[in-house]
């Protein structure tokens, strides 16, 4: 019987003990600080500082480079190329010889002339000595008045034979020269189009090489047909800076414009435009494709953001500004002059403003935010 008791009792004891645990546990849990699990968390964002800065305003095309000239090089006279002087795609200068054709047919040419001047000039000198003896005789009465012209048609018939003569010599000259292919401009000469030893011809299409003036050089491109009134205003005010890019958006060079086309292209609804580059590094290359930034205009110190921080929703544009408490206001703004990187903004923001420039979509006004870095766009 004791033993049943003493059973009963530690069972009794084991449930009081079990029950005061957890009774227990349930006060410190009810005293102890709630964890502040219902707090919102920080929404990541990127930001940036609202600048005062300059603002280039500026049209943006693709174009090609264009040599400033370009010669192809021709022969002017048949014959067989003796002599290639030049070195492909080294400079020439104006007046260099290019090559040499066998000159032997035109000196022959030249000395034949030369000796059928020879030739009627002593014919001349005779025909001048008679007609001095006609005119003798005539005042003597011992010549007929037939003989006397007879002599002086016979001295201009020579005379007109020398002034031809004269002629054939000059011709047969200018042929020779010709046997020189010279450089008729300063540049840059191609690869060869044709080797020594082969004969080449007047009416040959393919030439003898190109040579292209690079220094300076040209960039062709075309913009729309609206953006003619605005670089016209700005070649009023002075020279319209150019500048070209490569395609992955690396600065190249910087010139100006030079050229506007006389008409608009109906077809494309397109202009023309030409600037002029001195290229003295040689940066660009007849037949590049580049891409051309017309700048037409400066805006100084105007509130400067990167695009991205301007949206737009039912009641207009609105950017995000984070507050010293990093809480983020929705703020209506009035956003000017936008470029593909940057926007001017004429009212809503200040300078030093930190707006945020991606992330937009999480949050809300009023929303508590960490800023996670600047934006990777710049204002400027």
């Known amino acids: 019987m004791r033993g049943k008791r003493l059973i009963w009792l530690l069972v009794v004891a084991g449930f009081g003990v079990a029950a005061y645990l957890t009774f227990a546990r349930a006060l410190i849990s009810a005293n102890a600080p709630s964890p502040a699990r219902n707090a919102a968390p920080a929404i990541p964002v990127m930001a940036v500082k609202a600048e005062r800065s300059?603002?280039?305003?500026?049209?943006?095309?693709?174009?090609?480079?264009?040599?400033?000239?370009s010669v192809l090089v021709r022969s002017?006279?048949?014959?067989?190329?003796?002599?290639?002087?030049?070195?492909?795609?080294?400079?020439v200068h104006a007046g260099d010889v290019l090559v040499e054709i066998d000159p032997a047919p035109f000196e022959a040419a030249l000395a034949q002339a030369q000796a059928n001047k020879l030739k009627d000039q002593a014919l001349l000198d005779n025909a001048r000595l008679d007609l001095d003896r006609a005119v003798k005789l005539a005042t003597r009465g011992a010549a007929t008045a037939q003989q006397l012209d007879t002599?002086?048609?016979l001295v201009a018939q020579l005379e007109a034979s020398m002034k031809a003569d004269q002629a054939a010599i000059d011709l047969a000259q200018v042929q020779l020269n010709y046997s020189q292919i010279r450089a008729p401009i300063d540049g840059r000469a191609g690869?060869?189009?044709?080797?020594?030893?082969?004969i080449v011809r007047t009416t040959d299409a393919t030439g003898v090489v190109t040579i292209n003036?690079?220094?300076?050089?040209?960039?062709?491109?075309a913009l729309p047909a609206d953006s003619l009134p605005r670089v016209r205003a700005g070649l009023k005010k002075g020279d319209v800076e150019v500048t070209v890019q490569d395609p992955a958006g690396a600065g190249l060079a910087t010139g100006k414009l030079s050229v506007i086309d006389n008409q608009i292209n109906s077809t494309t609804g397109t202009i023309n435009y030409k600037a002029i580059f001195d290229n003295a590094e040689e940066v660009?290359?007849?037949?590049?494709?580049?891409?051309?930034?017309v700048q037409i205009e400066i805006l100084h110190d105007v509130i400067v953001v990167p695009t991205t921080?301007?949206?737009y929703g039912p009641d207009g544009p609105y950017a995000f500004v984070v507050g010293p408490d990093r809480k983020v206001?929705?703020?209506?703004?009035?956003?000017?002059?936008?470029?593909?990187?940057?926007?001017?903004?004429?009212?809503?923001?200040?300078?030093?403003?930190?707006?945020?420039?991606?992330g937009q979509y999480r949050i809300e006004s009023g929303s508590f935010v960490e800023v996670l870095g600047k934006s990777s766009e710049s204002p400027g």
């Open 54 to 69: 300059d603002f280039s305003i500026e049209l943006a095309g693709i174009g090609t480079v264009q040599a400033l000239n």
């Open 76 to 91: 002017r006279v048949d014959g067989q190329i003796m002599k290639i002087d030049f070195a492909e795609g080294r400079d």
């Open 151 to 153: 002599a002086k048609s």
């Open 191 to 198: 690869t060869r189009l044709v080797d020594a030893g082969n």
């Open 213 to 221: 003036q690079v220094h300076p050089i040209f960039v062709d491109f």
């Open 284 to 293: 660009l290359w007849p037949g590049q494709f580049v891409n051309v930034r």
């Open 309 to 311: 921080a301007v949206q």
């Open 329 to 358: 206001q929705k703020r209506a703004i009035k956003p000017g002059v936008t470029s593909k990187v940057a926007a001017v903004i004429d009212g809503g923001l200040q300078a030093g403003d930190l707006v945020v420039t991606d």
